[in-house]
């Protein structure tokens, strides 16, 4: 019987391996110059939990197999030491294992939080509301006009609380429900909280990233794949979460020129 | 001889219902026309990308609502009632509809008598969630998933009151819920009648949800028509 559940424990430990070792979920593309450095540090991670989780189980298996049915009577042994030196060198091998990611992952992390984005990126504000994004380009004069929480007025397209009737900068500020880019060119996108946290996620991007309420974030990214993506948000937000999504689409130069300048019409 | 008589049997009918609309005993009528003078907001595209099912309902972008202007200078979704003069009435007993078709709210402006039934309908296949934001009568807001029956409501105080879809922020419409039944919505050309109304002394007033309201008193006597007109000033921002 001891035999019998150290094959059948095998059995499920390697089926359980298999897919992620033969790579059976493959990732979805990747559009960004950030990406690989995500990816790489997801697969690192995913080799790294696997070979504790296969050795672990084998090793049950192996200990099942090898000390199960005994009939000579002789006394079960431990590891000198007793319960504490397993506890202390679980600690210190788990403990490793999470500084070692840390350490490989830190470059991947550092790319996108700790790095400016460069001066010549396209500023974007992305505001986050229940239950839309909304997106504000800065338009002809590169400012963003303030933001007045009196003057939203969804009803008639004033998403962001513009004041264009008392502030010239706010009249030439362009508003869209979709996020259009440039192709190979870094954006910079300051994120705004309406009313709630709400998140950010473009998996084609490699970037999820929480909207605070008083917080302003912001994120920098260069997509490199031209392309119609879904942006959805990833944070419970409410009633209407599930319904929460918009689009970034990766345009030429030449096309998002083109599509900036023809919403500037529609304002 | 057949075609006299048929001409003569449609102008009895004609003239028949003329006298029931305008000789009505005491029926007096207003009319006239809403306009704007200076430039109006432009109205902006909607974007639905969110919300396909909507989105493929509409060739073209819905465009926002707030300002609608038809054909020389005139003004849509103004409501132009009897404010005062005339004595409250009893709602009647037909409800009235308030659709929400390619999320939008149809019709943009809603007017409808004190105690009469509101009927919400959703005909989308998406979840709706209705929130009207009186500061007079009683608030509520209720969610409406898709092939749910109408709902029904009332509001038992005169007020206007804008309404709002909680999930579609750009979803957005106005009841007017008035004390008698000499109302009118304008539409394209932007034209309105109050008719049979008894002699007496009335104020009209022209409400329009972004340039607020204008009132003019009429007095009727007999079954006089009247015209009235307002001109509202528009504003580009």
Known sequence: ?267 | MRMKQAYLAGLTMLVASVIATYAAPGGGTISGKVTYEGTPAKPKPIDMSKEPSCAKQHATPVMTETVVTGPNNSLENVVVYVSAGAPDENAPSQPVRFDQKGCQYIPHVLAFQVNQTLEIANDDQTSHNIHPLPKINREWNKSQPPGTPPMTDKYDKPEFIPVKCNIHPWMHGNFAVLKNSHYAVTQGEGSFTLANLPPGKYTITAWHESYGDQTQDVTISGSEAKTVNFVFKAKPY
């Open chain 1, 1 to 267: 019987m001891g035999k019998l559940f150290a094959i059948i424990l095998t059995i499920i430990a390697l089926a359980s391996a298999y897919p992620i070792v033969v790579h059976k979920y493959v990732q979805p593309v990747d559009i960004s110059t950030h990406g690989h450095a995500i990816d790489e540090q997801l697969s690192d991670t995913m080799a790294e939990a696997g070979f504790a989780f296969l050795g672990a189980q084998l090793l049950l298996a192996f200990f099942v197999w090898k000390f199960s049915n005994r009939k000579d009577g002789s006394k079960v042994t431990h590891l000198p030491g007793g319960a504490k030196l397993m506890v202390a060198t679980a600690f210190i091998l788990v403990g490793t294992e999470v500084l070692a990611l840390g350490v490989l992952g830190q470059k991947a992390w550092a790319d996108v939080y700790f790095t400016p984005p460069k001066p010549d990126a396209l500023q974007v504000q992305a505001q986050a509301g229940q239950f839309a994004f909304y997106f504000r380009y800065p338009g002809a004069d590169g400012k963003f006009a303030p933001l007045h929480p009196d003057k939203i007025d969804e009803g008639n397209g004033n998403y962001f609380g513009l004041d264009p009737a008392n502030d010239v900068d706010a009249r030439d500020d362009i508003v869209t429900g979709e996020l259009a880019i440039p192709i190979n060119r870094e954006i910079h996108l300051l994120m705004h909280a309406k009313d709630v946290g709400h998140s950010f996620y473009v998996r084609e991007l490699r970037i999820q990233q929480d909207f605070v309420p008083g917080l302003d974030l912001s994120l920098h990214f260069t997509a490199t794949q031209p392309g119609r993506y879904e942006i959805v948000c990833t944070q419970l937000c409410g009633l209407g979460h599930y319904n929460m999504k918009a689009y970034l689409n990766v345009l030429s130069q030449e096309d998002f020129d083109k599509w900036l300048k023809e919403k500037a019409t529609e304002q």
